[in-house]
């Protein structure tokens, strides 16, 4: 009789150490999460102004040439462009023309009249300087030239005169 109550008791705490034992079961849930690098691209057409020979102390556009360049956001983001120009290898980029100092001007024409100028034109510089802002993927901004010869010089051989169109992220 006492092997039985021994082993009623130990069924009986072994019954009750199992049905202690808790069975912890796990879940999961996934966060999808995706990524796109950022792409700042832009593209100028037709991306070449040919002014010509033209005389010291004058002045001629891209309306003229009917040579109205197009500025392009290829990029996957909202845009800024901005705009600058360049010394060439004998004059001077200035804000007036001079001895031996050119002026080239800029014209958004997709924002202002260009028609008139010099209304709406603005110096360019060999810095950065804002152009447009916010432009979509896809979105374009019409750019009207205008250049401006020096009032004196001693080179009469052909200037490279290039204007640079530069993308950024808009913020």
Not at 11 to 26: E, H, M, N, R
Not at 92 to 116: R, V, W
Request: charged letters at 15%.
């Amino acid at each position: 009789m006492k092997s039985l109550i021994s082993l009623i008791i130990v069924i009986a705490l072994v019954g009750l150490a199992i049905g202690t034992i808790t069975v912890k079961a796990a879940d999961t849930a996934t966060i999808e999460a995706t990524v796109t690098a950022q792409n700042i691209s832009v593209s100028v057409d037709p991306g070449r102004v040919e002014y010509g020979t033209m005389p010291l102390n004058s002045w001629k556009s891209t309306l003229d040439l009917n040579a109205m360049q197009t500025a392009t956001n290829n990029g996957n983001v909202i845009e800024n462009f901005k705009i600058k120009g360049q010394n060439s290898a004998n004059w001077t980029l200035a804000s007036t023309p001079g001895n031996e100092q050119y002026t080239h001007q800029f014209c958004n024409d997709t924002d202002y009249d260009c028609s008139n100028p010099p209304t709406n034109y603005t110096a360019l510089t060999t810095s950065y300087q804002t152009l447009d802002t916010n432009i979509p993927v896809n979105g374009t901004v019409e750019i009207q030239l205008r250049l401006g010869t020096p009032t004196a010089t001693q080179y009469y051989t052909e200037q490279q005169v290039d204007v640079t169109i530069m993308a950024e992220a808009a913020s």
